[in-house]
């Protein structure tokens, strides 16, 4: 078994734009040889939503910074610094920054191979990849 340790700082991750101004900061992944989880941070500009998908693995999502409407299913709450959800896979989910400034969450996923299902279309897609983008949607205000 390969045994591998990072320093992962903020600065040095990988940014990869989602489309919107949404952007993840990947920091586990099979890129770092992770083999059981995929995590990273996501940037969500003021009133835009990461749309309503689901995933193939279990999620965990921690507010960091900001205010974000956080639909669950048929549920919907707002969560500030450190509010966290679980989510079990297959369930839908949505994610709006309903606050002033630029939120931060911190995702977690309980596999190292994910899949984003866009509820819209009923498309899958690997997480990160070029087809993982959230396209042209409109602001909530």
Known sequence: MDKQAH???FESLPKISRGNGIVN???ASRQV??????TGISELPVGVPAPRHSH??????TVLE???KITLGEREQLWRRFDSTYVAAGVEHELVNVGEDTAF???VYGSADVNRTFAATGHSVEIGSDADRFGD?????
Request: glycine content about 6%; overall charge neutral.
């Open 7 to 9: 320093f992962l700082p």
């Open 25 to 27: 900061h990947l920091i």
């Open 33 to 38: 040889g992770a083999r059981a989880i995929h």
């Open 56 to 61: 193939n693995a279990e999620e965990q999502v």
């Open 66 to 68: 900001g205010t974000v």
């Open 105 to 107: 969450v911190l995702v």
């Open 137 to 141: 949607r409109v602001v909530v205000t």
